[in-house]
Nanobody, 123 residues
Framework: QVQLVESGGGLVQAGGSLRLSCATS????????MGWFRQLPGKEREFVAA????????YYADSVKGRFTISRDNAKKTVFLQMNMLKPEDTAVYYC????????????????WGQGIQVTVSS
C-alpha cells in the first residue's frame, strides 16, 4: 500500500547541515501536498514545513524559517528537507506526511505518515 520512508538523519554538530529525504510509493505523488513534522523528546508532534503538490507554495514553522528548506521532485516522487544552521533544540524524530490539497499545517490534515527518523544535534 502507500508507503513513505524517511532517510538522511543522523548526528551532527550545532551549526551543521543535514538533508532529509522522504521516498514515496503507491501514491499519486503530485496530487498530494507534503509536510514535515517533528517530535521533540517528551513533546507532542509539531509542524515543521509543507509544500503544495506543484511545489509552488511552501509554509514553515517560525522556529525553522530561514534555516530549513522544503522541496520536492515529482519525477522521483520524493520530498526533501534541507536543514542548515542546526541547533540542539532541533533534535527530534522527523516525520514526512502526505495530504490532499489544500495544504495543512495540522497533523489532522495528513492522510499518510512515514515511520520517522532521528536527527540529533550536539553542542
Amino acid at each position: 500500500q502507500v508507503q513513505l520512508v524517511e532517510s538522511g538523519g543522523g548526528l551532527v554538530q550545532a551549526g551543521g547541515s543535514l538533508r532529509l529525504s522522504c521516498a514515496t510509493s503507491r501514491l499519486t505523488f503530485s496530487s498530494y501536498g507534503m509536510g514535515w513534522f517533528r517530535q521533540l523528546p517528551g513533546k507532542e508532534r509539531e509542524f515543521v514545513a509543507a509544500i503544495s503538490g506543484s511545489g509552488g507554495t511552501t509554509y514553515y514553522a517560525d522556529s525553522v524559517k530561514g534555516r530549513f528548506t522544503i522541496s520536492r521532485d515529482n519525477a522521483k516522487k520524493t520530498v526533501f528537507l534541507q536543514m542548515n544552521m542546526l541547533k540542539p533544540e532541533d533534535t527530534a524524530v522527523y516525520y514526512c506526511a502526505a495530504a490532499r490539497t489544500p495544504l495543512s499545517t495540522l497533523k489532522s490534515g495528513y492522510n499518510y505518515w512515514g515511520q520517522g527518523i532521528q536527527v540529533t544535534v550536539s553542542s
